[in-house]
C-alpha cells in the first residue's frame, strides 16, 4: 500500500491543468517561461493601451515581475499556463494580496504587450499594456 499526502490547493491545480486551463507546478520548480529568456532586466516604461497618461517608470531586476504588473512586488506563486518563444501566459496567486493571470506578447526584445487582469487588494482589475525596455536602471531606482 502507497500512502500520498498531497495538498488539496495543489489537487485542485492539477485538476485545473488537466483541463488545459493551469500548468500547476510548485513555485519553487516554476519553469522560466520562454519568452523570459530573450529579455533583459533593467528600466521599463509602462503605457496603457487606448488611455491617455504619462507612462510609468519601473526598474524591473527580475523579470518574473513583468506577469505582476499591478502588483509588482507582491511575493506570489506563478502557474505557468502558455509558453512560447515571443508569448506566456501565467496565472499568479499572492494569498490575501490578490491573484491574475496575465499574458506576455513578445513584439521586438525591448516591446511587450501585456494583459492582466484578477484581484488585487480586494479590487477587480483588468489592464492592458506596452511595456518599453529605455536603459538600465540607475543606483537611486533600484
Not at 507612462?55 to 507582491?74: G, H
Not at 506563486?77 to 506566456?88: S, W
Not at 477587480?124 to 511595456?131: C, G, H
Request: with cysteine.
Amino acid at each position: 500500500m502507497v500512502r500520498l499526502c498531497v495538498n488539496a490547493a495543489w489537487v485542485a491545480l492539477a485538476l485545473l491543468g488537466s483541463s488545459g486551463m493551469v500548468a500547476a507546478q510548485p513555485p519553487e520548480s516554476a519553469p522560466t517561461p520562454d519568452v523570459l529568456t530573450a529579455l533583459e532586466p533593467g528600466l521599463w516604461e509602462f503605457k496603457e493601451v487606448d488611455r491617455p497618461g504619462a507612462p510609468e517608470r519601473r526598474c524591473i531586476a527580475n523579470l518574473r515581475d513583468l506577469f505582476q504588473p499591478v502588483q509588482p512586488r507582491q511575493a506570489c506563486r506563478h502557474f505557468l499556463a502558455e509558453n512560447g518563444p515571443d508569448h506566456a501566459a501565467v496565472a499568479y496567486d499572492c494569498a490575501a494580496q490578490g491573484r491574475g493571470r496575465t499574458t506576455l506578447r513578445m513584439e521586438t526584445k525591448r516591446l511587450l504587450r501585456i494583459e492582466s487582469q484578477g484581484i488585487a487588494e480586494g479590487r477587480p482589475f483588468a489592464v492592458r499594456l506596452e511595456a518599453r525596455r529605455i536603459g538600465a536602471c540607475s543606483a537611486t531606482q533600484r
